[in-house]
């Protein structure tokens, strides 16, 4: 595992979840804008001769925010659990459990959005918790993801 960290800071604990840092943030901003937003939008559009609003406008604005405020959330909490037995990956559409011989490589570059396995079954899966976005630190998840399915592998094996 690569042990190299700045003097001063604590060790990471390999189990300590993966999350997005830039991501995360990016998803909390707009989900303070979507909510200001509609409040500003029924404060202060007022039904003239150009709007007539109706309550069904007002309930298809309050679903439609409800839904992106969803997808921002989901966004917001993609995280990779590793554990002893294996990974567990939470992506922005599906949340997936793999186990440590299942995972044959860690891919990840700067020219990749986000981290990526192969499995076992010839399949791939995306780590969205680690994004190019966050630079070291994205380095430094998919080393430690790495470090574990090789170290889980073999001792599976």
């Not at 001063?8 to 997005?20: E, K, L, V």
């Not at 994004?131 to 070291?136: H, P, V």
């Amino acid at each position: 595992m690569n042990t190299e960290r700045q003097p001063g800071t604590p060790p990471i604990d390999p189990f300590t979840p993966i999350r997005p840092r830039g991501v995360r943030w990016v998803a909390y901003v707009l989900a303070v804008i979507v909510v200001v937003s509609l409040i500003a939008l029924f404060a202060y559009v007022r039904p003239n001769a150009a709007t007539k609003l109706g309550i069904e406008d007002y309930v298809l604005m309050v679903v439609f925010a409800g839904g992106l405020l969803g997808v921002l959330w989901r966004q917001a909490t993609v995280v990779a659990t590793p554990d002893e037995k294996g990974l567990l990956v939470r992506n922005l559409l599906s949340t997936r459990y793999v186990t440590w011989p299942e995972v044959v490589s860690v891919r990840f570059s700067s020219d990749r959005a986000w981290a990526q396995l192969d499995l076992s079954d010839g399949d791939h899966l995306a780590v969205m918790a680690i994004q190019s976005s966050d630079g070291a630190m994205a380095r430094q998840g998919a080393v430690r993801l790495a470090s574990l399915a090789q170290r889980f592998s073999e001792a599976g094996s």
